[in-house]
């Protein structure tokens, strides 16, 4: 089960590595126009492994599903409407389109989902499940959903032009109902997802350690590759907000690994 896993995981490493130098300086010819749009569907394919190894094939597909599905309807209100997230319109270079939103779009709130919740059932590990734990879990998950699209937001609108605001605001012209709306689709798909995840059955020990850690490592791939398109842009606000919680998230992560010490099955595997 692994060895595919391994090598869809791998593909994505390629496909990082040069996303961010062609990217990053400038070099991606017109030709490879799509590669933006494969990047967000090949980053909601890792996080459907992780649902899948997680919950098992009916209930990861069924949540992978039920994301892509929510997600494009209430990013389509907003292309339509300026509901939730508020006026804007995605780019025409940036993949095929269902009610006027790039599929990749819904592929990396798949991604979104699941990194968040990774996080946040990692940072409450010690809380017994409870309605508390199930409330601060999901604000938390849906917090750490805003931090990412504070850095994604400036970089994709200002810099890369992949989507057009209607309305401005004091941060980089993106309208503060776009945070808010991230704020409580995210917190809905956390709601959902908690009672689902402690009644769960993990059908692969190795499998989940194995995703589970490479969700966190997705998430600071993702952060890291925005924060260094942001500098180079100079967007020293957005890189400042966003760097130093990142980089908590993922020593606090790292520590909590360390103090409820790895099982020899995941030193072996991590």
């Given at each position: 089960?692994?060895?595919?896993?391994?090598?869809?995981?791998?593909?994505?490493?390629?496909?990082?590595?040069?996303?961010?130098?062609?990217?990053?300086?400038?070099?991606?010819?017109?030709?490879?126009?799509?590669?933006?749009?494969?990047?967000?569907?090949?980053?909601?394919?890792?996080?459907?492994?992780?649902?899948?190894?997680?919950?098992?094939?009916?209930?990861?597909?069924?949540?992978?599903?039920?994301?892509?599905?929510?997600?494009?309807?209430?990013?389509?209100?907003?292309?339509?409407?300026?509901?939730i997230f508020g006026q804007y319109n995605y780019s025409?270079?940036?993949?095929?389109?269902?009610?006027?939103?790039?599929?990749?779009?819904?592929?990396?709130?798949?991604?979104?989902?699941?990194?968040?919740?990774?996080?946040?059932?990692?940072?409450?590990?010690?809380?017994?499940?409870?309605?508390?734990?199930?409330?601060?879990?999901?604000?938390?998950?849906?917090?750490?959903?805003?931090?990412?699209?504070?850095?994604?937001?400036?970089?994709?609108?200002?810099?890369?032009?992949?989507?057009?605001?209607?309305?401005?605001?004091?941060?980089?012209?993106?309208?503060?109902?776009?945070?808010?709306?991230?704020?409580?689709?995210?917190?809905?798909?956390?709601?959902?997802?908690?009672?689902?995840?402690?009644?769960?059955?993990?059908?692969?020990?190795?499998?989940?350690?194995?995703?589970?850690?490479?969700?966190?490592?997705?998430?600071?791939?993702?952060?890291?590759?925005f924060i260094f398109l942001g500098l180079l842009d100079q967007l020293w606000l957005a890189v400042t907000?966003?760097?130093?919680?990142?980089?908590?998230?993922?020593?606090?992560?790292?520590?909590?690994?360390?103090?409820?010490?790895?099982?020899?099955?995941?030193?072996?595997?991590?």
């Amino acid at each position: 089960m692994l060895k595919l896993d391994k090598l869809v995981f791998k593909l994505f490493i390629f496909w990082y590595g040069c996303g961010v130098v062609l990217v990053g300086f400038d070099l991606l010819p017109p030709v490879l126009e799509w590669s933006n749009a494969f990047f967000l569907i090949l980053c909601g394919v890792l996080a459907g492994f992780y649902f899948i190894r997680t919950f098992g094939k009916t209930i990861g597909y069924s949540i992978v599903l039920l994301i892509f599905i929510l997600s494009m309807a209430a990013e389509s209100l907003g292309v339509h409407y300026g509901w939730i997230f508020g006026q804007y319109n995605y780019s025409g270079d940036f993949g095929f389109k269902i009610v006027d939103v790039p599929i990749g779009i819904g592929f990396a709130w798949v991604m979104v989902v699941a990194v968040t919740h990774v996080l946040s059932i990692e940072l409450l590990k010690k809380m017994n499940h409870s309605l508390l734990k199930w409330m601060t879990y999901s604000i938390i998950g849906a917090l750490i959903a805003v931090l990412i699209d504070l850095i994604i937001d400036p970089v994709a609108y200002l810099v890369k032009g992949y989507w057009g605001w209607e309305g401005t605001s004091f941060y980089y012209e993106v309208p503060m109902q776009n945070f808010i709306g991230w704020f409580v689709v995210s917190l809905f798909f956390h709601l959902l997802l908690y009672p689902v995840y402690v009644r769960n059955q993990i059908p692969s020990e190795e499998a989940f350690i194995y995703w589970k850690h490479r969700m966190v490592a997705l998430f600071g791939m993702v952060m890291g590759m925005f924060i260094f398109l942001g500098l180079l842009d100079q967007l020293w606000l957005a890189v400042t907000i966003t760097g130093v919680p990142t980089y908590l998230l993922l020593y606090a992560y790292r520590k909590s690994i360390k103090t409820f010490q790895l099982s020899s099955l995941e030193k072996g595997i991590v």
